[in-house]
């Protein structure tokens, strides 16, 4: 079936340092890939979306690509913030039914002042 | 923009008990509606699935027996949580979306406590 791997659980981070989260996929659809951050207390907000292989999908200073060859979808953003502090995670939308999500593990994201 | 309520925020139920949860989309047709439990180590599990005027599917694991949901119009759907046990536990959200959409908008959830 479907998957998605988030390899790091947690990471912590400085003020404006440079944010990379690892995600890959497994499927044999040609999905769409998702960001959704969930702040503490509250649902998951989607991020970003793209629905292309090698587009690029850009939101609030972060961006993800899709790269159907190497199956992944990294979160990137240049310069943190303290706000940005949340868990991240990556999905994938099953073709089949939109309104069926694979999550990853979620990646917890914690920025010091 | 689309916005998705969730209510109760939070409760807390005795074991054995049921509890229902609502939710109500705001700025648009909620044609599809999904509930997912989120456990407290953050992972997902897909209740079931809801669309308006077709039947509603259930994930392996979880029953209408168990889950019923009523998704009545285009704006509202409830769940509830019928004999609660401790396993029961966690963060239930609703997702909501429009037909032509391929993006779900979660509520905040309803965080079921089970004594």
């Known amino acids: 079936g479907d998957s998605v791997t988030q390899k790091q659980g947690q990471v912590t981070l400085s003020e404006d340092d440079f944010l990379f989260i690892n995600c890959t996929y497994s499927?044999?659809?040609?999905?769409?890939l998702l960001w959704y951050v969930q702040y503490p207390g509250q649902g998951p907000q989607l991020l970003l979306k793209?629905?292309?292989?090698?587009n690029k999908g850009i939101s609030r200073g972060f961006e993800a690509t899709y790269d159907k060859g190497t199956t992944s979808f990294h979160l990137q953003k240049a310069s943190v913030q303290e706000s940005d502090s949340a868990v991240y995670f990556c999905?994938?939308?099953?073709?089949?039914?939109?309104?069926?999500?694979?999550f990853g593990q979620g990646t917890s994201l914690s920025v010091v002042p | 923009g689309a916005l998705v309520y969730q209510y109760p925020r939070r409760t807390i139920c005795k074991s054995g008990t049921s509890m229902r949860m609502e939710c109500q989309a705001v700025?648009?047709?909620?044609?599809?509606v999904a509930w997912y439990r989120q456990s407290p180590q953050k992972t997902f599990e897909l209740i079931a699935l809801s669309t308006v005027n077709s039947a509603i599917k259930y994930e392996q694991n979880f029953t209408q027996e168990k889950f019923p949901i009523s998704h009545p119009n285009l704006s509202f759907s409830s769940m509830t949580v019928l004999n609660a046990y401790l396993e029961d536990r966690g963060l239930y959200l609703c997702g909501a979306r429009t037909g032509h959409q391929n993006t779900l908008y979660f509520g905040a959830g309803t965080r079921l406590s089970v004594l």
């Open positions: 700025g648009f047709q909620a044609t599809s």
């Open positions: 499927t044999t659809t040609y999905p769409t």
């Open positions: 793209v629905t292309t292989a090698n």
């Open positions: 999905a994938l939308v099953d073709p089949s039914s939109f309104s069926k999500l694979v």
